[in-house]
């Protein structure tokens, strides 16, 4: 059964529900996940580290790639897992998309970077927070999409949405037929507070 929160978003707590992206009435698709502990405590440990990876490349190149860019962190199942579920993420994603080539970002966010809500130009893009407060979105209908600043792109504050840890989201962005129809987001706020966040972005 796959929920919605209105007619533009999947809800599920089966990946089978990121197959919604392709509808065109949705915009958003979301797996609900709880988190993974081994995955949670060894990113804990790596509270004052820096994750900062980047690479364009194939999915079936994922799991060696992250394998050597994290040799400097400890050999424990925190890792392996981690990287087993980033590649098993990107595999999935590249099947579903048919994409050759994956963007891939997996690193420690700090700031609160984006923090006006915006919509993006792309064909189609993955986030996966693994610590702390997962990406901001707006329903269609509590947009302003004519709007300039936050406040006069959000209709009411009280109904801002915010994806949890370890919540796999496939987003629509305003890319060919879903022009006018983008999902709207943002990178939570976090600055204030000294929290951190570690992102998985995949995008196609």
């Known amino acids: 059964m796959i929920a919605t929160e209105s007619l533009h978003i999947a809800l599920g707590k089966q ?14 698709a979301v797996w609900k996940r709880k988190p993974k502990p081994d ?7 790596l509270e004052h580290e820096e994750l900062h990876l980047c690479q364009t490349l194939r999915a079936s190149e994922v799991e060696a790639y992250l ?7 400890e050999d424990e199942a925190g890792k392996t897992a981690l990287i087993d579920d980033v590649a098993q993420t990107a ?9 050759n080539k994956l963007h891939l970002h997996l690193e ?13 130009f792309y064909p189609l893009r993955l ?46 962005g305003e890319h060919g037929e879903n022009v006018g129809k983008a999902i709207f987001h943002r990178s939570p706020p976090i600055e204030a507070t000294n929290e951190f966040r570690v992102l998985l972005r995949i995008d196609v």
């Not at 990946?15 to 958003?28: A, G, M, Q, Y």
């Not at 595999?91 to 994409?99: G, K, M």
């Not at 420690?108 to 993006?120: A, E, G, L, V």
């Not at 004519?146 to 949890?164: A, C, Q, Y």
């Open 15 to 28: 990946r089978e529900v990121l197959k919604e992206i392709h509808n065109s009435d949705c915009n958003l």
């Open 39 to 45: 995955i949670v405590r060894f990113l804990q440990k």
């Open 67 to 73: 394998h050597d860019k994290m040799r400097r962190f």
């Open 91 to 99: 595999n999935f994603f590249a099947h579903l998309t048919n994409a």
């Open 108 to 120: 420690t966010i700090r700031t609160d970077q984006c923090r006006k809500f915006h919509r993006d």
């Open 127 to 172: 986030l996966c927070t693994y610590i702390g407060k997962g990406t901001e979105y707006l329903e269609n209908d509590n947009v302003n999409r004519e709007g300039e600043t936050n406040d006069e792109i959000v209709r009411d504050w009280r109904k801002v949405r915010r994806l949890n840890a370890f919540d796999v989201a496939i987003l629509k």
